[in-house]
T-cell receptor, first 113, second 113 residues
């Protein structure tokens, strides 16, 4: 169990630029989740995959956001034309069905200048 | 809609003392799980304890235990013999459809020497 890894840890970019984050889940986990967390708040669900299928997207996920999980392994989250309001910590978690707890990565902190 | 509420934004406790963090939730489901997660400053979110709703016995993990009151939809976390390393944000979480977690607002716990 090598844990969930996310890259990069920090991303600073100018408003209007595109950014992409990567998440490598625990290998035997079939589910992968993306959350967004702003300062002092609990994480909010964005989207999740079961294997390679994206099964649910939150209303928080505007058209500027897209996520993929090719081959059911790692996942990427892309934000196009970033806005100030996109500044947050983006957390990835992986897990399995049956009520088992999710395992979280360290997160990617996005700062929009 | 399923909701999770943590009514204590901040709490503090003296080292070696006991502290209880509160959480209430709302769901129409009869069988579910509940989790407490810990997020130390600038560190990864980790699972503290898990409770299965169909089990009447309260879960316990070393110094951490829960008081689960299903009828009242209450799920509090008790930390005994508090240690400096327990300083963190604590989140109560409920897995909704697809396993996505719904988090409370969090309680910031400070353990003072």
């Amino acid at each position: 169990d090598t844990g969930v890894s996310q890259d990069p840890r920090h991303k600073i970019t100018k408003r209007g630029q595109n950014v992409t984050f990567r998440c490598d889940p625990i290998s035997e986990h079939n589910r992968l989740y993306w959350y967004r967390q702003t300062l002092g708040q609990g994480p909010e669900f964005l989207t999740y995959f079961q294997n390679e299928a994206q099964l649910e997207k939150s209303r928080l996920l505007s058209d500027r956001f897209s996520a993929e999980r090719p081959k059911g392994s790692f996942s990427t989250l892309e934000i196009q034309r970033t806005e100030q309001g996109d500044s947050a910590m983006y957390l990835c978690a992986s897990g399995q069905d049956g009520g088992k707890p999710q395992h979280f990565g360290d997160g990617t902190r996005l700062s929009i200048l | 809609a399923q909701t999770v509420t943590q009514s204590q934004p901040e709490m503090s406790v003296q080292e070696a003392e006991t502290v209880t963090l509160s959480c209430t939730y709302d769901t129409s489901e009869s069988n579910y799980y509940l989790f407490w997660y810990k997020q130390p400053p600038s560190r990864q979110m980790i699972l503290v304890i898990r409770q299965e709703a169909y089990k009447q016995q309260n879960a316990t993990e070393n110094r951490f235990s829960v008081n689960f009151q299903k009828a009242a939809k209450s799920f509090s976390l008790k930390i005994s013999d508090s240690q400096l390393g327990d300083t963190a944000m604590y989140f109560c979480a409920f897995p909704a459809g697809g396993g996505k977690l719904i988090f409370g607002q969090g309680t910031e716990l400070s353990v003072k020497p």
